[in-house]
Every structure is written in C-alpha cells, then in structure tokens.
C-alpha cells in the first residue's frame, strides 16, 4: 500500500515539476533523477506484492497470439490501397482477441468483468472472420488460404465460449 501511495506522490511531484519548469533539454534528466530517487526508495521499503495472473500459460491466448502472428503475415501482402482501411482494422480486431483474454484473465477476482472480456474477445473473433471474408472476396488472399485460416478463429472461438461457460458455472456455484 505504501508503494502505491508513493507512486502516486511521485506523480505529483512529476505533475508540479512540469508547471515550474521551462522544457528544455534537460527536463528528461531531471524528471529521470527524482522519479529514479522516489522509487528505488519506495521499492526497498515496500513489502507489497502483487500476484498478476499469467496469460500465457492460457491455451487460448496462446492460440491467438499465434493467430495474430498469421494475420500480420497476411496483411502484409494487402494492395496498398488497404493501409488505411482493411488493414488496420483487421489488425487491430484480431490483436484485440489476445489483449482482451489478457485483460479478462488479469481480473479474476472480478469473474463477471472477465466474462465481460471474454465477450468483447468473441465479438473481435467475429469482427476478424468478417474482415477475412472481405479479403477473400476482394482477392487479397486466396480460397486455400482462407480454408487454413478459418479453422484456426473458429477453434479461439469455440475455446473462448468454454472459457466464458466455466466462469459463468463457477459464479452460479459460488
């Protein structure tokens, strides 16, 4: 609890720097050398923990960051035409399966909040099947493509609703 309170001072203290001071080349310095005194301090003394859960020992966070690797691979080979229209809307629907099980997964404590996740998860999931059938019908990937790709979302989706279902059995139990 101190830690988090003396961060929070830090903050402060960064906060009124920024209104005493001209920016100048050595702003960075400075503000390095006070926040690097606070929490060496702060860190030494603090007794606190924190338990953060891991995603990555989660299958289906694995399985769609793989999926993510994939999908970067093939918006690669988008005309140009797409950079600033399917392109990052893909990226940033697929990215968004991953960072959301992440996100979820960080709030156990809180299940209906990580059921929450785990639906924006799934709704991400779809919004990045539709922008892959667009790709196929535009011709930006290939039918033979699209059939090994599929498979892969499909099976994030079916995880991510087994997920959300043992979360919602272990609220109705508890």
Known sequence: MDYIINLHI??????????????????????????????????????????????????????????NLIIYDIVEDFPKSEDYIMKPQILRSCTSISANIAEGNALKQLPKREVFHLNVAIGSASETINWLKLALLRKYITQDKYDTIFPKIEEIIKMLYGYRKSIHNCINEG
């Open 10 to 67: 830090l903050h402060i203290y960064i906060y009124f720097y920024f209104l005493n001071c001209k920016f100048d080349s050595g702003f960075n310095i400075r503000i390095i050398v006070i926040s690097k005194n606070l929490m060496e301090d702060d860190i030494m003394q603090s007794t606190h923990t924190t338990n953060i859960p891991d995603c990555s020992t989660l299958k289906v966070w694995q399985k769609a960051m793989d999926f």
